[in-house]
């Protein structure tokens, strides 16, 4: 049975986010050979057909408007809605980021529709569409089937597709889409964005994390597990031990009230494992720890423990890093 399946994609400072690919590459397992459709939505838009295409999506939507230069809820809330309301398709995927998490409930609620979100795969099984979400903060997964499944709705979790490019890719129709969004159902607008200052690194979708906790003791010591993610070309994160101390910024925080991260490789310094720290890095590929402390929790995750002071462990491991 073909189903027309719509990707929300998201773009970041003209580029597409990785978690759009990875959608497109989970829409292809459901489609059977109905339409892939992939949404893109902002201001003066870059041309992303090609790339969307090489993923699987055979239409195009841009979706261009002043009101959507930068994300707010309600603009986004009527571009999302009109574009599924004007496609009406079968399946509709979005990225569990900020943006997805924000708007997809809305979304959801507002068309009277049922949503899976936080999805870490998606199969079909016997004709029907299973989602794979984590429960329990990670500590266990459940399998989520739709009753019906003339409209299914799910937001999927940044690093668990696999993004692969399709080897059938079709040739891609683009449509441009002009939606009404009334300044009057604006309640709020963004009026300035301040950026804060970055690795460059997303640290949501990094493959490589070297995150720290209270054990870096300060702010300075961030600096150390800075050198190393530069020389991985990874991202630095933190317990919340650490951002509570002061040591970093909340932008940083790994865990059941941060972010959740599944790199192929998480590097765990002096941070002990609490289990609403676990929530948010537990399924990594690989997961390094190092602290002083043979006895701490981090250690039960772990696949490699290093037992040792991180000031003396992380400066050799960037020291090797550089000579590879
Ligand atoms: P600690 O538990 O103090 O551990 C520090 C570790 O560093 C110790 O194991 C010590 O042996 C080691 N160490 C010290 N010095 C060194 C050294 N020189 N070299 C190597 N190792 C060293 N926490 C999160 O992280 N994320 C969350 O999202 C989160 N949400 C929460 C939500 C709720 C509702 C609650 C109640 C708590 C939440 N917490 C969260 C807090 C969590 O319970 C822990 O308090 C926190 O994770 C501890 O941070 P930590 O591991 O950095 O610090």
Redesign the pocket.
């Given at each position: 049975m073909s189903r027309h399946v719509l990707v929300m994609t998201e773009l970041r400072s003209g580029t597409l986010r990785q978690v759009s690919y990875e959608a497109l590459t989970a829409a292809r397992k459901l489609a059977e050979g109905g339409d892939i459709i992939a949404a893109v939505f902002g201001r003066d838009l870059p041309d992303v057909t090609a790339e969307l295409q090489r993923y699987g999506a055979n239409n195009v939507l841009y979706v261009d408007h002043e009101q959507l230069k930068d994300y707010a809820t309600d603009a986004y809330l009527e571009a999302w809605t009109y574009v599924i309301e004007e496609k009406n398709p079968s399946v509709i995927l979005a990225p569990y980021t900020a943006i997805g998490k924000d708007v997809s409930p809305r979304v959801a609620s507002r068309l009277g529709i049922g949503l899976i979100s936080d999805c870490t795969d998606v199969e079909l099984l016997n004709g029907r569409i299973v989602f794979t979400r984590p429960i329990y903060a990670g500590k266990a997964f459940v399998k989520k089937t739709f009753r019906e499944e003339s409209r299914v709705f799910a937001t999927l979790r940044p690093n668990n597709i696999s993004a692969e490019e399709a080897s059938d890719a079709r040739a891609a129709t683009v449509d441009k889409v002009s939606v009404d969004i009334s300044p009057k159902s604006l309640r709020t607008v963004v009026e300035d964005i301040v950026q804060k200052t970055s690795s460059g690194v997303d640290l949501s979708e990094a493959r490589i994390v070297v995150a720290g906790?209270?054990?870096v003791?300060s702010a300075e010591g961030f600096n150390v597990l800075q050198e190393l993610a530069d020389v991985l070309g990874g991202a630095v994160g933190a317990?919340?031990?650490?951002c509570d101390a002061g040591y970093c910024d909340y932008a940083l925080?790994?865990?059941?009230?941060?972010k959740v991260v599944t790199p192929d490789l998480y590097i765990a310094?002096?941070?002990?494992?609490?289990i609403?720290?676990l929530?948010?890095m537990s399924n990594s590929k690989v997961i390094v720890a190092?602290?002083?402390?043979p006895e701490?929790n981090i250690f039960k995750v772990a696949d490699y423990g290093i037992v040792?002071?991180?000031?003396e462990v992380v400066p050799k491991l960037t020291e090797a890093f550089k000579k590879t």
């Open positions: 906790g209270r054990g003791k317990s919340r031990g650490a925080q790994i865990g059941q009230t941060g310094c002096g941070i002990s494992g609490a609403q720290h929530a948010g190092i602290n002083k402390d701490a040792g002071d991180l000031f």
